[in-house]
């Protein structure tokens, strides 16, 4: 399964860089940032999925020189954790709708974030995972709060109201993330105290 997420990955990126479905995701605030970005970094994911071998990633994760640089998925969160940041400034939306050199490095940022997480986010563990969340999670909800709250647009190329959508939108998923991975810690902790000591 794992040989599959290769050419799918590589088909889904070069559909969403052609040029009628950046027209169709880019021509709305809420589309750009909410649609293409999450896919694009899926595709990263399954990029990464389909480079490692699946039955020898797991035993032998800390002998590979990816695993030895991104000790406990240290380096590749807090690069994806950058990357995004990057990515929320308005005005590269902006530039990504006029600049193809800009677009491009959209595009290859959010594949590589979307590759960083998958291949960091097991090693991290909960406490890596909660500073990577705590880092990323508050910068939407700032971001959100600011798309929603501005009285004028941050964005030149896209009107105010779908502005306001998207902000709208980022407090919400910033919140909805942060409750699921609370509930995935929860229940790992349960789990885990509820197994007999041997």
């Known amino acids: 399964m794992a040989g599959l997420g290769l050419p799918a990955a590589l088909g889904l990126i070069a559909i969403l860089a052609s ?8 021509a ?3 589309r750009h940032m909410l649609l293409q970005y999450p896919l694009l970094m899926l595709c990263g994911a399954m990029l990464a999925r389909g480079l490692s071998p699946a039955r020898t990633q797991e035993v032998h994760a800390r ?9 406990h998925g240290i380096t590749g969160l807090l690069g994806a954790a950058l990357g995004l940041a990057l990515l929320m400034i308005p005005r590269v939306l902006d530039l990504a709708l006029v600049q193809p050199w800009v677009e491009i490095v959209k ?4 594949v590589a974030s979307g590759a960083a997480i998958y291949r960091s986010w097991r090693p991290a563990g909960w406490l890596v995972q909660g500073f990577f969340l705590g880092q990323v999670l508050p910068m939407m ?3 959100g709060t600011l798309y929603e709250s501005s009285p ?3 964005c030149n190329a896209y009107l105010l109201d779908d502005q306001v959508l998207l902000g709208q939108f980022l407090v919400w998923i ?6 699921a991975w609370l509930a995935a810690l929860f229940q790992g902790l349960v789990q885990k105290s509820s197994v007999p000591a041997a």
């Open 174 to 179: 910033a919140a909805l993330i942060a409750l």
């Open 152 to 154: 004028t647009r941050v």
């Open 28 to 30: 709305s605030m809420a």
């Open 141 to 143: 909800a700032v971001a």
């Open 63 to 71: 002998q590979t020189p990816v695993s030895r640089w991104n000790a």
């Open 107 to 110: 595009i290859t940022a959010l």
């Open 19 to 26: 040029t009628p479905a950046r027209n169709f995701l880019e």
